[in-house]
């Protein structure tokens, strides 16, 4: 490896940022060189800028502003926009988050430059292939040469579909590494206060294409979500994906139902943690609904995160199951026992991700066993 290598982070779409945020900072404390590149797959200032302001993000380096398109236009235009950017910048590592288009596109791009690669949040598996998350979470592991797992399940799916154990490590969730970061600026009061709801109140966050992008499955969303707001005062911070078809389908803002824009990372997870219910179909609002304690129902046949349910607060519902769901959540709570929730989701994901790169550039594939003690 040369002298001072470089790490690459490709970010692009608002999961990614919690997700490096903790990375970029344990890497800066080692002393790591470090950029961060910027697809544009998310561009709103709600998406995107609020994020790297929120979380203490260093500017990019390179923003290729890819913007919107279908799933061939969009990872077109990032596989030819990354691969500009990796040549000219000539990393030593590629890191990336998740399972969104940005990820897959510079995972491709790195393996045909012969790049190495890592991936945070590796072996994630809904088994839902219908999703497109599911296709980038497979391609993205098998090219990846260091894997970064959040969760014991994925050391045994990544087994089974042949990736060699040694490059895989389980290190935590760097998402909640962010989450208790944040932890201390999380007060309802203001963003309730601005948004002038109730002191009992739910908050949902809708955009799976399967819930939002044909008229059919809005509308039937929006029914069930209507349900739900005759039980309790109802804020939805809208996606911009949904925004028109859910609208379409009937949900407007009205005496229980609070229609808004995306809200910041500290506004929103403060909205979160007073809320009393929390209706969802994002992966990352699982994860933390888990540990802010609330109870979440996601509206999904299944999830690629199943320790939300096993070792958290998630409830998996059909939209026709959902207002029932919720009267029993509301009425149930959801208390879970610190030691109850799931293994090194303790906000030191961050640092122990550093430790291997930083081991890593210098030659060094640190074992396995030596950060992931814990037994699916
Ligand atoms: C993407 C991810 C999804 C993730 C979600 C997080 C893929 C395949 N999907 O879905 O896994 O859960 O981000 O939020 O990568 N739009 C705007 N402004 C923006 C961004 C998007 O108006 O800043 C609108 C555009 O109309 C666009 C649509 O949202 O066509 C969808 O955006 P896109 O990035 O393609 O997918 P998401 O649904 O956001
Ligand atoms: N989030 C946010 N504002 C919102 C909705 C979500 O800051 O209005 C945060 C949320 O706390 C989590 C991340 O965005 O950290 C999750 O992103 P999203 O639901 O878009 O993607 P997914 O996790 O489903 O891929």
Redesign the pocket.
């Known amino acids: 490896m040369r002298e001072n290598p470089l790490v690459l982070h490709v970010l692009?779409?608002?999961?990614n940022f919690p997700k490096a945020a903790p990375v970029v900072r344990a890497l800066d404390s080692l002393g790591i060189r470090q950029g961060i590149v910027h697809t544009g797959?998310?561009?709103?200032a709600?998406?995107?800028d609020v994020f790297f302001a929120d979380l203490g993000l260093p500017e990019p380096v390179a923003n290729l502003g890819v913007?919107?398109?279908t799933?061939a236009k969009?990872t077109a235009a990032l596989l030819v926009g990354l691969e500009e950017v990796v040549e000219e910048h000539a990393p030593d590592l590629v890191m990336v988050y998740?399972?969104?288009?940005?990820?897959?596109a510079a995972i491709l791009v790195c393996a045909k430059l012969g790049v190495p690669t890592a991936h945070v949040e590796a072996g994630l598996r809904s088994f839902d292939r219908s999703m497109?998350?599911e296709v980038?979470r497979i391609v993205t592991d098998s090219l990846s040469d260091l894997l970064f797992a959040t969760s014991p399940d994925a050391l045994s799916y990544l087994a089974a579909e042949g990736v060699d154990p040694r490059r895989v490590h389980l290190v935590g969730n760097p998402m909640i590494d962010s989450l208790y970061t944040a932890l201390p600026k999380l007060d309802p009061a203001p963003v309730v206060g601005r948004l002038g709801l109730p002191a009992r109140y739910a908050v949902a966050t809708l955009?799976?294409?399967a819930n939002v992008d044909s008229p059919e499955a809005a509308r039937e969303l929006v029914d069930a979500v209507l349900a739900v707001a005759e039980q309790i005062p109802l804020v939805i911070p809208i996606?911009?994906?949904g925004?028109t078809r859910l609208a379409e389908a009937g949900l407007v803002s009205s005496e229980s139902v609070l229609v808004v824009d995306p809200l910041g990372y500290v506004d929103f997870l403060s909205l979160v943690r007073g809320a009393s219910l929390v209706v969802t179909d994002?992966?990352g609002v699982q994860e933390e609904s888990t540990i802010l304690g609330v109870p979440c129902l996601t509206v999904r046949p299944n999830t690629e995160r199943p320790i939300t349910v096993t070792h958290g607060t998630n409830r998996l519902v059909t939209p026709a199951s959902l207002p029932a769901a919720a009267a029993k959540a509301l009425a149930d709570g959801a208390a879970i026992p610190a030691e109850e929730l799931p293994v090194l989701w303790d906000g030191q994901a961050g640092p122990r991700i550093a430790r291997v790169v930083s081991a890593w550039l210098k030659g060094d594939n640190l074992a396995p066993a030596a950060h992931a003690s814990v037994q699916p």
Do not use: I, K
């Not at 797959?41 to 709103?44: C, G, L, S």
């Open positions: 692009g779409a608002r999961p797959q998310h561009y709103d709600l998406m995107s913007g919107s398109g799933h969009q998740g399972d969104v288009n940005s990820t897959l497109p998350e980038n955009h799976r294409p996606h911009p994906r925004r994002s992966g």
